[in-house]
């Protein structure tokens, strides 16, 4: 199969999963062809088009070929799924909506968006990379805990919840996966996602960092925002306070967290992941 990607740059570090993803597609043996703004190059020949994030809907609208759109936060929260809805009303050649948590899925059916246009869209983790080399939490030390440096992150709040916290990302230097997971697989016992509503109403969609420290067997202190919730029963949910986040960590097992680790290997994994999006791809364009 002949799978395009629309996408506003590639291979982006904060969109990680979008590269994992089309190298699982390639290494199934399809043929993944990439669009970029600066780059574009000609799609019309594909099967399938994958679209990550709403706010390059028109791009791949654009190509004639029938395509999924996967909104994920900053595309659709602050806009109340604006844009999304402008694609599903007046694009011919969306074919499906693709959810990548339960809350993304109850809110387009709030915003009117029909059910039978959304699919299941799980994002792909590097679980190869973030694969714990030891089943044990026992000599490291550290309690994790970054990203991007924009509000809905929440650092200052993780900042003030625990100090001593070893930052990733932010202002600091942004670390390439394998030097990420390596120094998380040394050091990190607990990572501290710390989350909020930021005041433009952005909010995660459900954070990679989150998703590859389980991959590792961490434990997990965070707040309960957006996609985040499907992850009941993994980690350790607290309100979005100094205080409660600090008592959430203190509390937490130092036992390696296997429940979390099996599930994003199964749920993320890119196989399962690329054979997800030929399956979307197959019954949308093929009835």
């Given at each position: 199969?002949k799978i395009g990607y629309v996408c506003a740059?590639?291979?982006?570090?904060?969109?990680?999963?979008?590269?994992?993803?089309?190298?699982?597609?390639?290494?199934?043996?399809?043929?993944?062809?990439?669009?970029?703004?600066?780059?574009?190059?000609?799609?019309?020949?594909?099967?399938?088009?994958?679209?990550?994030?709403?706010?390059?809907?028109?791009?791949?609208?654009?190509?004639?070929?029938?395509?999924?759109?996967?909104?994920?936060?900053?595309?659709?929260?602050?806009?109340?799924?604006?844009?999304?809805?402008?694609?599903?009303?007046?694009?011919?050649?969306?074919?499906?909506?693709?959810?990548?948590?339960?809350?993304?899925?109850?809110?387009?059916?709030?915003?009117?968006?029909?059910?039978?246009?959304?699919?299941?869209?799980?994002?792909?983790?590097?679980?190869?990379?973030?694969?714990?080399?030891?089943?044990?939490?026992?000599?490291?030390?550290?309690?994790?805990?970054?990203?991007?440096?924009?509000?809905?992150?929440?650092?200052?709040?993780?900042?003030?919840?625990?100090?001593?916290?070893?930052?990733?990302?932010?202002?600091?230097?942004?670390?390439?996966?394998?030097?990420l997971a390596s120094t998380i697989e040394r050091n990190i016992?607990?990572?501290?996602?710390?989350?909020?509503?930021?005041?433009?109403?952005?909010?995660?969609?459900?954070?990679?960092?989150?998703?590859?420290?389980?991959?590792?067997?961490?434990?997990?202190?965070?707040?309960?925002?957006?996609?985040?919730?499907?992850?009941?029963?993994?980690?350790?949910?607290?309100?979005?306070?100094?205080?409660?986040?600090?008592?959430?960590?203190?509390?937490?097992?130092?036992?390696?967290?296997?429940?979390?680790?099996?599930?994003?290997?199964?749920?993320?994994?890119?196989?399962?992941?690329?054979?997800?999006?030929?399956?979307?791809?197959?019954?949308?364009?093929?009835?």
């Amino acid at each position: 199969m002949k799978i395009g990607y629309v996408c506003a740059a590639f291979p982006a570090p904060s969109e990680s999963w979008i590269r994992v993803e089309a190298d699982a597609l390639k290494a199934a043996g399809h043929e993944v062809r990439v669009s970029t703004l600066d780059k574009p190059r000609l799609l019309t020949t594909c099967n399938f088009l994958v679209c990550h994030f709403a706010t390059l809907a028109g791009f791949a609208n654009s190509y004639a070929v029938p395509y999924v759109l996967i909104p994920h936060a900053r595309d659709i929260w602050p806009d109340d799924g604006a844009q999304l809805k402008r694609a599903v009303l007046t694009h011919r050649n969306l074919v499906a909506v693709g959810c990548i948590s339960s809350y993304h899925r109850e809110r387009y059916v709030t915003w009117g968006i029909p059910e039978d246009l959304l699919v299941d869209y799980p994002v792909a983790i590097d679980v190869k990379t973030f694969s714990a080399k030891e089943c044990t939490l026992a000599g490291r030390e550290f309690v994790g805990c970054g990203g991007r440096d924009v509000p809905k992150k929440g650092l200052p709040l993780a900042w003030e919840a625990w100090p001593a916290a070893w930052m990733f990302g932010g202002k600091r230097e942004w670390l390439e996966p394998k030097q990420l997971a390596s120094t998380i697989e040394r050091n990190i016992w607990c990572w501290l996602n710390a989350s909020v509503v930021a005041p433009d109403r952005d909010q995660d969609g459900l954070p990679c960092l989150v998703l590859e420290n389980l991959s590792l067997g961490r434990r997990v202190a965070t707040t309960k925002v957006a996609g985040l919730r499907d992850l009941d029963g993994l980690v350790t949910f607290a309100d979005p306070t100094p205080e409660a986040l600090r008592k959430a960590i203190e509390n937490e097992p130092r036992d390696f967290n296997f429940a979390g680790m099996r599930y994003v290997q199964n749920r993320h994994c890119p196989s399962t992941v690329a054979e997800n999006v030929v399956k979307v791809a197959t019954e949308r364009t093929w009835q």
